[in-house]
């Protein structure tokens, strides 16, 4: 909830995108845009990449310990640059109930829900948070790259509901993610919380080091973990104490990663306009018996149909596969096309997801992907990749 890490490769001691840029020549030429904490972060010695308009920590020290850092310790992540919009009034309930697949109603105060956001054929437009922070408010939080588009969708949608107000909170809050099996212990120790009280997805407003803090738990790595919403100021002062806690900075490389082994899904990777929940595996997030919602009809379709293709996590024996590589079998050939791929420190092998036809997705499948020219074996496996609880055992 990255979402993503560009393709990098370094070339002399500047850090190239696929498109041939530096990132300091890219930053500049299009003003991409760079969070409050960004000076914190230069000072820690950060690798910057552009990244859906921002300007993003790649890694701090090495991408493989900030990694290991969150699976078997702690780290924290400025992740501010992800959407934080605000639905109030009246109308909000009904509102979001309409435009997501979740059921909001039955979402209680001080709580969220993981929610796919729809058109009108099922596609998937993003898939965000919805926490609800009053009877009728809500805060959202949003990909990166879909703020625009989900600020529209509400606002396009809005009209044939009571009146309510649609604010974009992003470059107004700034949000930190602090992750990892001893996240808890370090909420305790800095913010003075009582970590029993957070349930997952909760929210809460709480005061710590002088301000104000809005604290959920929530991530996007697996672990345990909190996500802290507050104003620029207060994340500074967040950001420090945190560091100073001996909590380890990670960057945009590490939580890809990350969220890679647990097999979570990512916009314009595996979730996209086109690709239904059905689809990606998503149907649990669904829920048909709410009423009408946008892209019900033909996702309903969809199910009694069947999908064409579905999303599958898979294991290689060696090698690292990447998006775009196309999946094979020895018997028929071309089955699908990888999504995203990486390697696994726990597990040290390549994994990844991609689509396959639907017939072929069943787990331990033998199947070969094609990466620049050769065939690389390995088979179809189950998601998350790995057990969090055992990840020390197994590092």
Same mark, same amino acid.
């Given at each position: 909830m990255p979402r993503t890490v560009l393709t990098i490769c370094k070339k002399g001691n500047a850090y190239v995108n696929h498109a041939g840029l530096n990132q300091e020549?890219?930053?500049?030429?299009?003003?991409?845009? =760079? +969070? %409050?904490?960004?000076?914190?972060?230069?000072?820690?010695g950060a690798k910057f990449t552009e990244f859906s308009g921002w300007e993003l920590p790649l890694y701090?020290?090495?991408i493989i310990d900030e990694h290991m850092a969150v699976r078997t310790s702690s780290g924290v992540f400025d992740v501010s640059h992800l959407g934080k919009i605000n639905v109030k009034g009246a109308?909000?309930?009904?509102?979001?109930?309409?435009? +997501?697949?979740?059921?909001?109603?039955?979402?209680? /105060?001080? =709580?969220?829900?993981? +929610?796919?956001? !729809?058109?009108?054929? @099922? @596609? /998937? /437009?993003?898939?965000?948070?919805?926490?609800?922070l009053e009877e009728n408010e809500f805060l959202i939080i949003t990909n990166a790259s879909r703020?625009?588009?989900?600020?529209? &969708?509400?606002?396009?949608?809005?009209?044939?509901?009571?009146?309510l107000q649609i604010r974009n909170l992003t470059t107004k809050l700034c949000l930190l993610a602090l992750q990892g099996p001893k996240s808890p212990d370090v909420l305790r120790a800095v913010f003075k919380e009582d970590t029993a009280r957070y349930k997952q997805y909760s929210v809460r407003n709480i005061s710590a080091l002088g301000n104000k803090f809005t604290v959920m738990r929530s991530g996007y790595t697996g672990e345990e973990g909190f996500e802290i919403? !507050?104003?620029?100021?207060?994340?500074? *002062?967040? &950001?420090?104490?945190? $560091?100073?806690?001996?909590?380890? %900075?990670? @960057?945009?490389?590490? =939580?890809?990663m990350l969220r890679l082994e647990m097999g979570y899904p990512l916009y314009d990777h595996e979730l996209t306009a086109r690709i239904t929940p059905i689809e990606a595996g998503l149907l649990r997030f669904v829920y048909f018996d709410k009423g009408e919602f946008i892209g019900r009809s033909a996702l309903y379709a969809q199910l009694e149909k069947g999908a064409e293709k579905k999303l599958v996590g898979f294991v290689l024996d060696s090698g690292i596969a990447r998006e775009g590589s196309?999946?094979?079998?020895?018997?028929n050939g071309e089955? @699908?096309?990888?999504?995203?791929?990486?390697? *696994?420190? $726990?597990? =040290?092998?390549?994994?990844g997801m991609g689509y396959v036809? *639907?017939?072929?997705?069943?787990?331990?499948?033998?199947?070969? /992907?094609?990466?620049?020219?050769? *065939?690389?074996?390995?088979?179809?496996?189950?998601?998350?990749?790995i057990e969090k609880r055992s990840v020390s055992a197994v590092a």
């Open positions: 020549q890219e930053s500049r030429g299009n003003m991409a845009k =760079r +969070t %409050p904490l960004f000076h914190e972060q230069q000072q820690l701090y020290s090495k109308g909000a309930n009904d509102l979001l109930q309409f435009v +997501t697949t979740s059921d909001v109603a039955k979402i209680e /105060i001080g =709580r969220g829900a993981y +929610t796919l956001f !729809c058109n009108s054929i @099922g @596609g /998937i /437009i993003d898939d965000d948070i919805a926490y609800r703020i625009q588009t989900i600020m529209a &969708w509400l606002n396009d949608n809005k009209y044939d509901f009571p009146p919403l !507050c104003d620029p100021k207060a994340a500074i *002062s967040a &950001w420090k104490a945190l $560091i100073s806690a001996g909590v380890k %900075p990670a @960057g945009l490389g590490a =939580r890809d196309i999946i094979t079998v020895p018997s089955i @699908g096309k990888v999504t995203s791929g990486g390697f *696994s420190p $726990i597990l =040290r092998k390549g994994i036809k *639907s017939d072929y997705a069943e787990y331990d499948m033998a199947i070969n /992907i094609i990466v620049r020219g050769k *065939s690389l074996t390995g088979h179809i496996a189950k998601r998350p990749f």
